[in-house]
């Protein structure tokens, strides 16, 4: 059999900006998202992919690869990938090149703006040694996060469609929007979807699987102050902007995202803007501990709590808003998740590397929801930034994964 390609379809797919907007109040958050939707839609139905559906209010993408005959009653498994793209760093006019056989200095991503991706910044590099890279000119994010994740699923479903002598039952495939900004799930019509479990594939490295996550908070600290002429404004200006400086130093140095790793939570200054009279701050509060993840919201109340009496009543609020919770809570009936997604990565020769996620995926809330749904890696790296890139043997061998998956729950029930 030939080999799976995903890569062809992946840069295909990141050069459609589908940046998504926490600030838009819509769904999707962007009306670019649909650009993407559409195209994967039609792939779909050119495949041969059954039950597919184009959700052209929110921007969701649902298909069917139908079970082999004498299948149907094995596990309906799912594949959800994310199509937005992170607000962090632009996502428009994305350049994509690829590095064949890496040699291991620093990679020059745009020689006329002296932008380079430094070998001492990014060590990990190292291992990556002869494989080929794809990276950006150095002006966006690449998209890696999760086109990665889109392509190998439509690689794994195009080769499943191509050779119906794999044995498998339903597959179910979804393709979400506002991933980026914690609204994933909220029009995912699990219903529709019918997965008994699935998986995201929304990871990093090769090998990388994860079962837990950050329980997550967003914070927005507002700041009142009062603005009089600065010759004479003794006793009776408050500069919101220095308020809301003092606010940060009240908060705990070292649970910030520099200092931070592993299972260690965080409070993160994600946005700062203002004048004299008011400043808008917004956060993120994240933790793997329940106990913790409460103690540092209470944290952040207690600081604005403190400038008040400093400052008078008004002047800082405060508002924390749960977003997503550690799926490890929910996940211990379906462990064979993670048994059977280890034992397929060693059959390929991949290392599993068990981790617990930095960060959030749909599947989080989608656990929650009934869903249970652990994380794939893609192959990908330094999510967010103009330094992204992906590893196209690793997104080769995550396709190969999701194959062998598919597999392992081909039985009956």
Known sequence: MERLAPVERFLRYVRIDTQSDENSGQSPSTAKQHDLAKVLAAELKEMGAKEITYDKKHCYVYATIPATKGYEKAPTLGFIA?????????????????IRKYDGEDIVLNKKKQIVMKVEEFPELKELVGEDLIVTDGTTLLGADDKAGVAEIMAMAEFLMKYPEIKHGKIRIGFTPDEEIGCGPDHFDLER?????????????????????????SAKLTVYGRNTHPGSAKGKMINSILVAQEFQSLLPTFENPAYTEGYEGFFHLDGISGNVEKTTCEYIIRDHDKKLFEKKKAVFAECAEFLNKRYGEGCVQAEVKDTYYNMREVMGPYMHLI??????????????KVLPIRGGTDGARLSFLGLPCPNLCTGGANYHSRFEYVHVQGMEKTA???VRLVEAYGIQK
């Open 193 to 217: 979807f019918g997965a008994d479990f699935a998986y995201t594939v929304d990871g990093g490295a090769l090998g990388e699987l994860e079962f837990e996550n950050f329980n997550a908070a």
């Open 82 to 98: 994310h199509m937005d793209t992170s607000p962090a760093v632009t996502g428009a006019n994305v350049k994509p090149k690829r």
């Open 400 to 402: 190969e994964l999701l």
């Open 339 to 352: 048994d059977h997604a280890k034992e397929a990565m060693e059959e390929l020769g991949i290392v599993p």
